[in-house]
C-alpha cells in the first residue's frame, strides 16, 4: 500500500503550491508501467484530504501507456507489463513512456 | 466571466456549456479543452511534480554521504521469509576479520532481527515502519546518522518483506540485492516485474532443498532476464554454505569498485 504514502505526497505538494487557495482537482499522471494502482490512490485520497485545502476536491487520474523502444532494431512497442519482447527477438528495450508519477496541475479557486 | 483570459460569456450559454469552448480574444485563437480548462470562477496551476521527488533528492544525498566515507550500501529486497536476516548473520561470520559490516534492519515491528544481527558481531539500528510497507530514503537518513558505518564498510539495509512497494523507492543504495528462495514460486519474477527490473543482483536462496521441491531454476532464471536481462544470479543457501563464496567475492568485487 504504498499508495498512501504516495497519496499524502500529493496532497503535501499541493498544499505547498497551491498559494492558499482550495483546490477544486488535482490533475495527476501515473504511468501504466508503475507499480501504483489509480483505484488504490482514489481510496486514500479524500481520506487524506481532509481538513486541508484539497478537503472535497476531485483526483483526477490520467494513465500513462507504456512505450519502449527496442535498443537493437530501434522498433517502438507498445507495453503492457513493465517487461517483453521485441518481435525481433531482443529483451533490451529502452522504456520511452509508462514511468510517470506527477502531478500535472491543480484547479484551484 | 474565464479567470484564465477575461473573456465574457458567449451570450446564451450555460454555465456548464462554456466548458471545451474555441474563440477568438485578443486578435489571437486559441482553445479551453474541458480537461485543462478549469470553471469559470477557477484557475489552473502548472506543476511538473514528481511525487517520488522527496524521497529521490533524500536518497541523492543518502548517496553521497555514502559515497564520500566509501560505504557501500546494498538494499536486501524479497518477500517475508526468503532468509535475508539469515543471510546477514553468515555473511557477518564469514567475512568476519575481512569486511566491516553494519546493518539497518527493516521491519514493521519487533526489534528481534537487530538482536539477531548484533548477536551475529555486527553493529544494527532497527526501523520499525508500523503501518509502512518499505523503508524510504528519509528512514535511511535518520538510522544513518545513528548507525555512521566506518569508512571503507559494507552498509546492509534488511528491506520490509515485500515484493511491491520497495521497488519504487530509492534509499541511496548501490543497488539492490533480491533474496528470492526456492521454497516460494519459481514464477516469481514475472509475478513481481518491477522488483525484478530493479535488481542489480538476485541471489537465490535455500537451493540445498531442491530435491525435495519442484522450483525450476531454469524457468526461474529465464523469467528474471527476461524482466531484466542483465540480472545476475547466484544460487546460494544462507544454512548449508552453498554458493557462499561467490557471494562473499562479488560484495568484495563491488566494495573494491
Known amino acids: 500500500m504504498h499508495e498512501l504514502g504516495l497519496t499524502q505526497e ?9 498559494e492558499g487557495a482550495r483546490v477544486r482537482r488535482v490533475v495527476l499522471e501515473v504511468g501504466l508501467l508503475t507499480a ?29 501507456p507504456g512505450k519502449a523502444r527496442c535498443r537493437k532494431c530501434s522498433k517502438d ?11 525481433c527477438g531482443s529483451l533490451d528495450l529502452e522504456w520511452l513512456s509508462g514511468q510517470e508519477l506527477r502531478i500535472v496541475e491543480l484547479e484551484v479557486v | 466571466m474565464c479567470q484564465t483570459c477575461g473573456c465574457t460569456p458567449i451570450p446564451g ?15 489571437e485563437s486559441h482553445s479551453h479543452g474541458g480537461d485543462s480548462h478549469g470553471h469559470s ?52 561470520r564469514g567475512l568476519a576479520g575481512k569486511v566491516s559490516i553494519s546493518v539497518i534492519e527493516g521491519d514493521q515491528a519487533t526489534e528481534r532481527d537487530a538482536e539477531r544481527i548484533r548477536a551475529a558481531g555486527a553493529r544494527a539500528v532497527q526501523v520499525n515502519t508500523g503501518a509502512g510497507c518499505h523503508l524510504d530514503a528519509h528512514m ?57 527490473r530493479a535488481g542489480g543482483l538476485v541471489l537465490l536462496n535455500k537451493v540445498d532443498l531442491l530435491p525435495h521441491l519442484s522450483f525450476d531454476p531454469q524457468r526461474f532464471t529465464a523469467m528474471a532476464q527476461r524482466t531484466n536481462p542483465e540480472l545476475p544470479i547466484l544460487p546460494i543457501s544462507a544454512t548449508a554454505g552453498d554458493g557462499l563464496d561467490a557471494w562473499y567475492s562479488w560484495l568484495q568485487g563491488q566494495m573494491a569498485a
Open chain 1, 36 to 64: 501504483v494502482l489509480p483505484d488504490a490512490m482514489l481510496f486514500c485520497f479524500d481520506l487524506c484530504a481532509e481538513g486541508t485545502p484539497l478537503e472535497g476536491a476531485k483526483l483526477d487520474i490520467r494513465q500513462v
Open chain 2, 140 to 196: 535511511v537518513t535518520h538510522a544513518l546518522r545513528e548507525l555512521d558505518p566506518p569508512p571503507g564498510s559494507l552498509l546492509a539495509i534488511e528491506n520490509v518483506g515485500n515484493l511491491v512497494c520497495p521497488a519504487l523507492f530509492d534509499l541511496g543504495e548501490r543497488l539492490k540485492v533480491i533474496v528470492a528462495s526456492v521454497t516460494e514460486g519459481d514464477d516469481k519474477p514475472e509475478k513481481y516485474p518491477h522488483m525484478f
Open chain 2, 13 to 27: 450559454l450555460e454555465e456548464s456549456d462554456r466548458e471545451g469552448h474555441d474563440h477568438k480574444h485578443h486578435g
Open chain 1, 10 to 18: 500529493v496532497i503535501e505538494i499541493a498544499c505547498r503550491k497551491c
Open chain 2, 41 to 92: 470562477d477557477s484557475r489552473m496551476i502548472q506543476l511538473q511534480a514528481n511525487l517520488l521527488e522527496k524521497n529521490d533528492a533524500l536518497a541523492a544525498e543518502n548517496r553521497e554521504w555514502l559515497a564520500t566515507r566509501k560505504v557501500l550500501a546494498i538494499n536486501l529486497v524479497s518477500s517475508p521469509g526468503s532468509g535475508k536476516t539469515t543471510l546477514l548473520e553468515r555473511t557477518i
Open chain 1, 77 to 87: 512497442l507498445t507495453l503492457e507489463q513493465p517487461f517483453g519482447n521485441c518481435p
